[in-house]
């Protein structure tokens, strides 16, 4: 790390305080200190916040992929608190019940640029938080940059962006060098996309590419999302394992899975497929009955899984870069294939069993529409209606597009149950 991966948007005074601590250890006491995080803990990660006492919130599906990645960025050589950070970080502009809300969201704000999570996130650390006028959190250059899971704006056909067009001046600057020449070294070769349609890889354009801190909390998600989203299905009674001993239901899974999660084809997918579910440590779980027996065997299972991700993608880093320090771009994060679509292939369990279970389509539709309802309630009843937090910024505000802005900027901060007592006051 340099002198320019520590600089703030905003210049700050030196602290006075006799502990010496890194920028980066400061970025993730911000991190954890601020309002954002703690509302992750009433917000929604696969089930409802508050629907039982197992499964697990955007707060402690943060925690866990801080753990992941804090740990695969120390063995690979970044700086572990940039990846701590990142990962505590990644989920901060999420909505109110999850990517469901998103997209709710996403439908509304067209007059304002689209909604997008990891935008938001970028939006909240970089602008909205109260720590430093006008610049949020001001994290160090190197937190944000990777934070930017998607570094790029918004873009025709690709529903996933990175900042928004008013953020644009504190994204320019965490991107500031990126182009191949400067010193920040851009490696060669980029990872593959980790998302159907995501912009990386050898033919990504350059200020595309993301830091390998980046591409660690990207990695660390995808596995903790796709294990403990499995383990809280299974546990729920939502993931029958037993059920895909149907050859058409495999075949149907790896159809979800190739129009969702993966670029391979079903036909990849599905002997990776047969192979996972013939694994020793998931073989146990077709019979999953609750016990205390069996809830052993379920976490064996999850943290089996975990640490053979995370071992064979830095194994793989390791024999393509070598065994020196690696940060920011010397290197790429190196997920081999197959190791990616198993991957997939477990979020896509959670994908067809627990999102899309017939049942829950019902509510998903009530809590788009609660959503978009309270957004126009809001449109027609600001600046009074707002936090004091946003209503200044609504009145500063330009335009009706950035008026909306700070409307959807009011509404994602909320947590699920907080978005339903606002829709209860102010719609009814």
Known sequence: MGKVDDERFVA????????????????????????AFRRLAAKTQVHTAGD???????????????QIGREMGERLGCDPDVVDTACLAHDLGHPPFGHNGEDALHAVASGCGGFEGNAQTL?????????????????TRATLDAICKYPWP??????????????????????????????AGLAATAAGPAHPGEQAGPHAAVADRRSLEAQVMDWSDDVAYSVHDVEDGIHGGFILLGALADPDERAALCLDVADAY???????????????????????????DGS????????????????????????????????????????????????????ALLKGLALRYVMRRPEAAPGYARQRDLLAELVHALTVRSPDALDPVFAPLWRA???DASRLRVVIDQVASLTDPGAVVWHRRLVG
């Open 262 to 288: 993966s670029d391979e084809h079903p036909s990849y997918l599905r002997p990776v497929l047969d192979e996972l579910l013939a694994d020793p440590v998931l073989v146990p779980l077709a019979r999953y």
């Open 292 to 343: 205390h027996g069996a809830q052993e065997t379920l976490k064996r299972a999850t943290s089996v899984l975990t640490g053979r991700f995370v071992a064979t993608a830095v194994s793989a880093t390791r024999e393509e870069f070598g065994d020196k320090p690696l940060s920011r771009y010397a290197a790429d994060l190196v997920v081999p294939r197959h190791t990616r679509a198993q991957c």
């Open 52 to 66: 039982g006492d197992f499964p697990r919130t955007r707060l402690t599906h943060s925690l866990e992929v801080a």
């Open 12 to 35: 700050e005074p030196p602290k006075d305080t006799s502990v010496e601590r890194s920028p980066y250890a400061r970025d993730r006491a911000r991190v954890l200190h601020s309002a």
């Open 154 to 183: 918004r873009r025709p056909g690709n529903r996933k962006f990175g900042v928004y067009a008013d953020d644009a001046a504190v994204f320019e600057w965490v991107r500031a060098g990126l182009d191949g020449s400067g010193a």
């Open 123 to 139: 939006r909240v650390v970089a602008r909205l938080e109260a720590k430093v006028p006008g610049a949020g959190l001001n994290l």
């Open 397 to 399: 505000a330009p335009d």
